[in-house]
């Protein structure tokens, strides 16, 4: 079997993209759309920065997120 070759031609690659999809209301999603283009990006785009800006922060506080203290109550005597 040949080896496939790049001519250069096309788009470079992003990397490994996987496919999540969920619906949102109708405005949103036109707001989303009016947004991308003035920014000349496609919505998958401008989406995808939104989402791993968020992503970054909720990262960061994985573990508040996870752990919960142990209120301090005294036993009543």
């Known amino acids: 079997m040949s080896a496939v070759i790049n001519r250069g031609g096309g788009r470079p690659s992003k990397g490994l993209r996987k496919y999540i999809g969920f619906r949102t209301q109708a405005k949103t ?3 989303v759309q009016m947004i991308a283009a003035a920014k000349g990006m496609t919505v998958t785009d ?4 939104a989402v791993d800006r ?3 922060e909720d990262l960061a ?5 996870a752990h919960q203290e ?3 109550i005294r036993i009543a005597s």
């Open 46 to 49: 401008y989406v995808s920065s």
């Open 61 to 65: 506080l994985l573990g508040h997120f």
């Open 70 to 72: 142990e209120l301090p």
């Open 54 to 56: 968020s992503l970054r």
């Open 29 to 31: 999603a036109e707001d």
